[in-house]
């Protein structure tokens, strides 16, 4: 598969969301075990790898840093700002705020090179949209970066088709992170058009339903234990109930995958990067295993018959993709 574009730079269309190795899906990777996936996935042509300063509260840009000190010229490094941890008096977490300020960005910047041990970041998201400050605001700070030579290209995460076409008039925006999979397609009623409108590229996360689309799970087989976030009230789409209907919605990925000889993931990822040739999808792993198949939808090619069958899909789908909190902080 050709590379695609991110604003003046290209990239394979699979990159590595690489969240999970510090944070939120379970405890964090051993560092050695990490880095050695990591080059690994260079060594497989990846050059996209996504991260962000909430992931492990830096502990994932550091890891980055530390696994492409020696190979920065071969990778593209993206990651975010935005959301902040609150601490109580005693230092613990107790829960997160967005502050999208030029101030919030300033400090949070410098930590993202130093903890990345890199000079200029390839792609500076804003992480969450911040409603208390005007965006035009912060993405002209953002862009103040651009001009420092600090960061190559500027995005938005999770905001509404209306915010990006403010934010662009503002500063061009290279990209834009949104969840999008077989699964989740709201934004292909206005965002998608706004991002070809203003030459954007849709950097699609989650494009295997957080796991879902796998066909890894089964009711026996569901996530759960310490420091997994798809449990409780945070996922809906993992709720008891809404689970085990989602399950069965994966017999059709399972079906049109089998006619490929292809494992189902496969097939959710060649769906994604189907869809236009400005999206390219970041799955995230923590084993080389499911890294080696991810980059195997590279040779998928549906058909429409399989496309339209694969599309009915997400009008079935039981749970919306956050809980309401989570819901509250996108498309805005």
Known sequence: MDQRNIGDFSVFPIGLGCMGLSAFYGPPTEQAEAINLLHKAIDLGVNHFDTAEMYGMGANEKLLGEAFADRREKVRIATKFGPKFLFDENGKPTGTTIDGTPENMRRAVENSLRYLQTDVIDLYYLHRVDPKVPIEETVGAMGQLVGEGKVRAIGLSEASAETIKRAHATHPISAVQSEYSIFSRDIETDILPTLRAIGATLVAYSPLGRGLLTGA???????????????????????????????????????????????????????????????????????LKNLQSNLGAADIALSGDEIGRLNTLADKVQGARYNEQGMSAVNR
């Open 217 to 287: 799970m089964t009711t026996d087989n569901k996530p759960g234990g310490e420091g997994e976030y798809r449990q409780g009230a945070m996922q809906p789409r993992f709720a008891d109930g809404a689970y085990e209907a989602n399950l069965a919605l994966v017999d059709e990925v399972k079906a049109v995958a089998s006619t490929h000889d292809a494992p189902p993931g496969q097939v959710a990822l060649a769906w994604v990067l189907g869809r236009a040739d400005n999206i390219v999808a970041i799955p995230g792993t923590t084993k």
